[in-house]
């Protein structure tokens, strides 16, 4: 990706009211989203089209391999504005687990975006009745370097397995589902808000043979007592074709985040705009009808990471944080 200078303009373009009025620099927003399959990808691009048509900025989105791999673009100035998912902000933020000792204090929270219910599709007649059963069977496992390849194996591990013990390959969501529908792959955890294109376009084929798999209470209990970023959450029936019953799994919060150096009142400009424009958004795209986003607090309250102090000054004036 060609690295993305974050520049002030000589004019003064956009007019902020952040404490007193004030004409605030214009800057360039790139966003790292995901790749084109899920869930970031669509939510960043009807947000950098609401920023350019409302809020007056200069903003574009593009794919990426995911959470991680923002985390160093944002660091390494590549974007400005990136989606990570909660259990890699966490990790990042504290210095824990793949982040063992290298703690990244200067990662801020700007709001949270997507309720993510983790999707298994699995192939019908691959014998897969349990999480276990995927021991040995092919997996599709994401991309290397992505949130999804990182929750398939934390997952895994809360069951007693890992990665050495399915036959994995790293591709991306719409890839993963189009694999098991050619009978290429058997199993495969998308993330994502309902319904997921891949998965609608699968389930709505003739004669499909890909189907949604539904934890079992035991299996949801293990998951979540061992990542408790994780949240219980159910797929309703009537979500896709043929799917006549709710669906049990878990998933987790999406955030889109900067850093501790992203100017204030730009950050209080880029919210405002976004919450006070949420029917445009949600027309742009349908995952933005969600509580975590609707509601800011709850996304809020169960991360240690920071809220960027423009960000937080908005979603208190306008009631959504105490």
């Not at 390959?169 to 495969?188: F, H, K, P, W, Y």
């Not at 150096?261 to 949600?282: I, Q, R």
Request: neutral net charge.
């Amino acid at each position: 990706m060609r690295k993305i200078s974050v520049f002030l303009t000589a004019s003064l373009c956009v007019l902020l009211t952040f404490g007193t009025a004030f004409a605030a620099p214009s800057i360039r927003i790139n966003i790292a989203t995901a790749t084109t399959g899920g869930t970031y990808y669509p939510g960043g691009i009807a947000l950098s089209q609401l920023w350019v048509e409302k809020g007056g900025m200069m903003a574009s989105a593009t794919t990426s391999a995911g959470s991680i791999e923002n985390i160093n673009l944002l660091m390494g100035d590549e974007a400005n504005v990136v989606a990570i998912q909660s259990n890699i902000l966490q990790y990042a933020y504290e210095g824990i687990d793949i982040y063992e000792g290298k703690a990244n204090k200067r990662l801020r929270i700007l709001t949270p975006n997507f309720s993510q219910p983790y999707q298994m599709v699995v192939r019908e007649g691959a014998e897969i009745s349990s999480i276990k059963d995927l021991k040995g069977k092919r997996v599709v496992t994401g991309r290397a370097g992505s949130g999804t390849h990182l929750t398939h194996v934390k997952i895994f591990e809360a069951l007693g397995f890992g990665l050495d013990d399915i036959v994995q390959s790293n591709v991306g969501q719409t890839e993963a589902v189009d694999a098991i529908r050619n009978g290429l792959a058997d199993a495969s955890v998308l993330i994502g808000i309902v319904p997921l294109g891949p998965i609608s376009d699968a389930m709505a084929a003739p004669g499909t043979n890909v189907k949604l798999y539904s934890m079992s209470d035991e299996e949801m209990k293990i998951i979540l007592d061992k990542n408790i970023w994780m949240s219980p959450m159910t797929i309703p029936q009537g979500s896709y074709i043929g799917l006549t019953e709710d669906v049990k799994t878990v998933g987790h919060i999406g955030y889109w985040a900067v850093r501790d150096d992203f100017p204030e009142e730009v950050a209080y400009h880029l919210v405002k705009t976004a919450y006070e424009n949420t029917e445009w958004l949600k027309k742009a795209y349908s995952g933005y009808a969600n509580e975590s986003f609707l509601n800011p607090s709850i996304g809020i309250k169960r991360m240690p990471v920071p809220v960027h102090p423009g960000a937080m000054k908005y979603y208190k004036e306008a009631g959504l944080v105490q």
